[in-house]
């Protein structure tokens, strides 16, 4: 089974611009991501895709293997399925670029998922870990997940689910973490499968997947990390780098 990691990367942000290419000690963020996926080992290839050659140019200078986007694409998953339409391989597995503090042992977990599913059920596999803070559960940047007793993912949202209607009851709430794990089947079907209102309402690519069908099993994970979506994570992600 050909296992390979792509490394979607925009230059433009919405919430913090140019923030794969802030210095995290001494480096961009985008090359310490690139670096930490190669040294997990898992990977027999590791790719950063992009349309910015601001990116391209820092990967390449350092031997790191670039792919340039042919066309503008909404979302990290269609602009990896456009670059692996013509590889041959089984799983790729989608890193977000903005994530250097990457968890090899969680990233393990999610491809076992693959060499477990003999029967080829499973299209995609992703990351969750706990969370009990309200106000984080509360926060719309937290994408929140709700899976079956199966640990397939049922639905993705900003708001948080399940509402607490009942006080009474207990229930765990689960951060989604970006980090996809696609059968390349899966990824085919994402790039001709046109939006539909739920993922363009919550703007969360994961639940195209879902809306069509697909089966996503969501492993858990307690490694938090660090993900820079704001000026105020690189400060974070600085002093943890220390």
Not at 24 to 48: C, H, S
Not at 73 to 93: F, T
């Amino acid at each position: 089974m050909k296992i390979i990691s792509m490394i979607p990367a925009r230059y433009q942000a919405s919430r913090f611009p140019a923030k794969l290419m802030q210095d995290l000690q001494g480096k961009p963020v985008i090359l310490r991501t690139y670096e930490a996926a190669v040294n997990t080992g898992l990977f027999d290839e590791v790719y950063v895709v992009t349309d910015s050659d601001i990116i391209s140019k820092v990967v390449s200078e350092v031997g790191g293997k670039v792919i340039m986007s042919k066309q503008k694409h909404e979302s990290g998953s269609d602009r990896i399925a456009e670059a692996v339409e013509d590889m041959d391989v089984d799983i790729v597995i989608n890193v977000q670029g903005d994530e250097p503090f990457i968890d090899g042992e969680s990233l393990e977990k999610i491809i076992e998922v693959f060499n477990k599913d003999e029967k080829k059920e499973i299209d995609l596999a992703s990351l969750m870990t706990p969370i009990t803070d309200w106000e984080e559960i509360s926060n719309p940047n937290t994408v929140k997940v709700i899976v079956d007793n199966q640990n397939c993912a049922l639905y993705f949202s900003r708001s948080p689910i399940p509402y607490p209607r009942d006080k009474e009851v207990e229930a765990t709430y689960y951060k989604h973490k970006g980090i996809y794990a696609f059968r390349k089947r899966a990824l085919m079907d994402f790039k001709k499968l046109p939006m539909l209102p739920l993922e363009a309402k919550e703007k969360i690519e994961a639940i195209r997947f879902l809306e069509y069908g697909k089966k996503i099993k969501m492993v858990e994970t307690h490694v938090t990390g660090i993900e820079i979506d704001t000026p105020e994570d690189l400060e974070r992600a600085i002093k943890a780098w220390k």
